[in-house]
């Protein structure tokens, strides 16, 4: 094999070596900071501030609403 075909694999197995050990750093961390949180992480419903299920998008109430004002004047 030419030397410059081996340093490139050699080079390359280099960096995967470098590319696996950061990656193992970054999940220790991560694994660290997940095990000394507190408080489990809980999500929220989302609320528009408008009328529960589907008429809490406000463009349904303007869809609806707006036609029939329009035939009553």
């Not at 197995?13 to 900071?33: C, H, P, Q, W, Y």
């Not at 999500?43 to 303007?62: I, R």
Request: hydrophobic letters at 40%.
């Amino acid at each position: 094999m030419n030397s410059r075909f081996k340093n490139f694999i050699s080079s390359a197995n280099e960096n995967k070596a470098s590319f696996d050990t950061s990656i193992e750093g970054v999940r220790s961390s991560l694994e660290a900071m997940t095990a000394s949180a507190s408080t489990p992480a809980v999500q929220s419903a989302s609320t528009t501030g408008w009328l529960k299920g589907s008429l809490s998008y406000p463009w349904v109430l303007v869809c609806s609403l707006v036609p029939s004002l329009k035939d009553l004047f």
